[in-house]
């Protein structure tokens, strides 16, 4: 225990804590910007700067810790008037279109600035180049940048990927990829775990809001829209209901009225998941164990931020990776053949929208594999949080919503569905199933719950003992199933590392992209309740355990689906429309083999374009200059003749010089 | 990669393996605490110049993000583009600067083409400023690679670069 004055009070805190810490714990509020509890503690934008006896300058509250008869002032005139100027410093160097910005009103430095009273901003000058680059997923604009560095905290150590950090010096300093290419032409995962720590404008998911406006506009299209387990326990928090609140039906509710033709659920498309996963994983172990060639482990495919960062990070593993499609992509492709051929539509009429907690699916949907016959399976991904604002902009009082059913065929789910959005959650819904068929009885745990792979460690593994088999699965009578749960990058690459290294004891792996799952994706509500993760986690298990069906294969629907249409898992029609293949990419480049051209995938600068258009024509005119060079060899080994004459004649000038000197210095000596 | 490209005998290179010298200098220092900067240092010095491939090729071999790599060669006054065959380094100190430095600078910009830190089209020079090479007898003084010019003025400046 430590003791220290905190204006002018005494408190008795704890060792090791931060000061910002301790205050928070008496009640004393400290305003900061860049610091997020438990992530980023690096003290980069100074706001939490507050006055510490002795000290001879004011200290970063989030860096120092307490000690012994610390006596701190978090308010003093002192302290208000510096944060206010490192405030206006700040805005000196950020675009201040607040009005029509993203997140106006949702913004921490516009905030802040209320709340440090700050009514001027006296500061005018240079501002930074703005650099603004756009890919499928993310969007950069970096004339909003405060150079915070959350994200790269997010980059670097959370998700262990490294692909932005701070290039260049001083003010030039930019939060870029390597060399300030396009994030879309390097090894992003677009995970989108920067977007959501982004305390401004700078760093957001790349809008698709206009286009599903457009499509539900038009009178031709059919629009069908589908949401992921995760957001039903995540939007509530943008309209101010409280972390992992269950909004399920006012979620359907809110797109009937949006305008979509047909409100289905990804949760759908997750049952039909397991059972073809599921499947892929029995055969793999069977061929296995009865000596034919299988690779295991099997990981699981849902995640695309995932599948990206191993394609690029482990191009020679994929083979470990589960063929099924993400559930998103295959109710779209069931969408447009399945359900087409039910209300009797063209694919071409119909336009699949998804509801996503994540930013990877935005680049997932364009990747030329996600197709049957020439169509996209899905035409745009929504954000949670751009949904939120579409349901804003169409002025739907969320909260007093009343509570509707999704559509069917595509629409029923059962509780091992929805704990598809938590980390451990398609494991737990495989087993499930799988062990079920394999021994004809229930799962042998409490409430379904496989607790060894439930909560948020980084990595989690169990083992699973199967004993008396049903006479079609003999082979596994006996065998120890031994399976390994992982979320977020960095934990994955442990994994990962082991497979590479033949390690790996593990028959099946679930990875999810984002640490927590995709209750914490990239694309989720940004929250500042530290307790946000357990809260959804909560949410999503409530969500299962409410449901009278908790197992993928009791979904009638499911049944039904392979009855009139699919035939069997990983069927033909299923290999067809469910499956897909990866796509070896390079270490740091979007696609093997394929070197960076410095001078075409740079991120856009917006300033620099008219002098870019002037140094291309007079890079062309050099071009051509040196064509001519070849002609001039004959004139330059001339000229080189000239230049020995006259170098020969410098050489006895300086020598000349030198002799002055030398007879100077004699005669003065003298 | 598998982009092999032929060479001439002379100068034939594992094409698989582009960066074999700086790898034996990587593995000496592998286990050295900072050793980012040394590694870049000597890259600099081997190849001229640190480009992207370069670059990737060290994030591989150190097994650290290539934006940590880049973020330390932008920080530091690394090059990322190729060299001429020549540097010419304008002396801007105090006393040349008064005397004229200013004006060689603008003279060469103009007849050479380039921008301060950058390369002629033809490779040949890399034009760059320096803050006083302690030569403030000479004012203005400029170097081209070792050489000292002292007493430049715009008129000899045609003579100088026709040296090169």
């Known amino acids: ?670 | 990669m598998n982009n092999a490209q032929s060479r001439c005998a002379g100068c034939q290179q594992d094409s698989a393996k582009p960066f074999v010298e700086l790898d034996h200098i990587i593995d000496l220092y592998r286990n050295k605490e900072g050793n980012l900067i040394q590694i870049l240092h000597i890259a600099q010095e081997l190849y001229g110049y640190l480009s992207l491939e370069l670059q990737q090729h060290i994030a591989e071999a150190l097994n650290k993000p290539l934006s940590e790599v880049s973020g330390v060669v932008t920080f530091y006054s690394f090059s990322t583009k190729p060299r001429g065959e020549h540097t010419i380094r304008v002396c801007l100190g105090t006393a040349c600067y008064v005397r004229g430095g200013k004006k060689i600078v603008d003279a060469l910009q103009k007849s050479l083409q380039v921008d301060i830190g950058e390369t002629t089209a033809d490779g040949k020079f890399t034009f760059e400023v320096a803050r006083c090479i302690g030569a403030c007898g000479l004012a203005p003084a400029m170097m081209i690679d070792d050489v000292v010019y002292k007493q430049v003025n715009i008129n000899k400046l045609d003579a100088i670069l026709s040296r090169y």
């Open chain 1, 1 to 670: 225990m430590k003791h220290i004055t905190v204006n002018g009070k005494p408190y008795e805190v704890e060792d090791d804590l931060t000061i910002i810490e301790a205050a928070k714990k008496h009640g004393i509020q400290i305003p900061s910007l860049c610091y997020l509890a438990g992530v980023h503690e690096f003290g980069s934008c100074r706001i939490c700067v507050v006055e510490v006896e002795g000290a001879k300058t004011l200290v970063p509250s989030c860096m120092t810790k307490v000690s012994e008869g610390m006596v701190i002032l978090t308010n003093s005139e002192r302290v208000r008037r510096a944060r206010k100027v490192l405030y206006e410093l700040l805005l000196s160097d950020h675009s201040k279109d607040c009005l029509s910005c993203k997140r106006n009103q949702s913004c921490e430095l516009q905030a802040l600035g209320k709340q440090l009273g700050v009514e001027a901003t006296r500061f005018e000058g240079t501002r930074s180049e703005c650099v603004i680059d756009v890919s499928t997923s993310i969007t950069r604009d970096m004339s909003k940048c405060i150079l915070c560095r959350r994200c790269v905290t997010a980059c670097n150590d959370i998700q262990g990927v490294g692909i932005i950090n701070a290039q260049n010096r001083g003010f030039e300093t930019v939060i870029a990829p390597a060399m300030e290419l396009a994030i879309g032409s390097v090894n992003c995962a677009f995970c989108g775990q920067c977007t959501v720590v982004c305390p401004v404008g700078a760093l957001k998911e790349t809008d698709s809001i206009q286009t599903v406006w457009e499509a539900i506009n038009d009178k031709n299209k059919r629009v069908i829209v589908q949401t992921a387990p995760a957001i039903r326990v995540a939007i509530g928090e943008e309209f101010g209901n409280p972390p992992g609140s269950r909004v399920t039906g006012k979620l359907a509710a809110a797109l009937k009225r949006l305008g979509f033709d047909d409100v289905f659920d990804t949760n759908f498309a997750a049952d039909l998941t397991i059972l073809e996963e599921g499947t892929e994983l029995l055969s793999r172990v069977k061929s296995a164990l009865t000596g034919g060639e299988a690779v295991l482990p099997m990981i699981t495919s849902c995640s695309p931020g995932w599948i990206k960062y191993v394609e690029h990070a482990y191009p020679d593993s994929l083979g470990h990776l589960s063929t099924c499609k993400s559930p998103h992509t295959m109710l779209g492709a069931l969408a447009k053949s399945y359900y087409a051929g039910k209300i009797k539509r063209e694919p071409k009429d119909i336009f699949v929208v998804s509801i996503m907690p994540c930013t990877a699916k935005k680049s997932e949907i364009v990747r030329p594999e996600m197709t049957n016959d020439g169509h996209a399976n899905v035409d745009a991904v929504l954000t949670t949080r751009e949904l939120a604002n579409m349901i804003r902009e169409m002025g739907i009082d969320f909260n007093n919503l009343p509570d509707e059913e999704f559509d069917n065929p595509l629409g029923m789910s059962t509780g091992a569905a929805d704990i598809f959005g938590i980390t451990g959650g398609v494991m737990e819904a495989a087993l499930r199933t799988v062990y079920e068929l394999v021994t004809g009885r229930e799962l042998p745990f409490d409430g379904l719950h496989v607790t060894p792979i439930v909560g948020f460690d980084q990595v989690k593994e169990a083992a699973l003992t199967i004993t008396d088999t049903l006479p079609d699965y003999r082979f596994l009578e006996g065998v120890t199933v031994r399976i390994a749960v992982t979320s977020g990058l960095a934990g994955a690459n442990k994994l990962m590392e082991q497979i590479k290294k033949g390690t790996s004891p593990y028959h099946f792996i679930e990875v999810m992209g984002c640490p927590g799952g995709c209750i914490m994706g990239g694309g989720q509500p940004r929250s500042d309740d530290p307790d946000v993760r357990n809260k959804r986690l909560r949410g999503l298990y409530t969500e299962d355990e409410m449901k009278v069906m908790r197992k993928s294969h009791e979904n009638p629907f499911i049944t039904q689906l392979y009855a009139e249409y699919l035939e069997h898992p990983n069927g033909h029609k299923s290999h067809e429309l469910l499956h897909t293949h990866y796509v070896r990419r390079g270490t740091f480049n979007e696609l093997t083999q394929e070197r960076f051209d410095l001078g075409v995938t740079l991120a856009e600068k917006k300033r620099d374009f008219a002098a870019q258009a002037i140094n291309a024509a007079a890079r062309a005119e050099q071009a051509k200059a040196r064509s001519e060079n070849e002609s001039v060899r004959v004139l330059a080994l001339e000229a080189e003749n000239a230049r020995l004459k006259t170098e020969l004649e410098d050489v006895n000038e300086t020598v000349g010089f030198f002799k002055s000197v030398i007879a100077d210095y004699a005669s003065r000596s003298r």
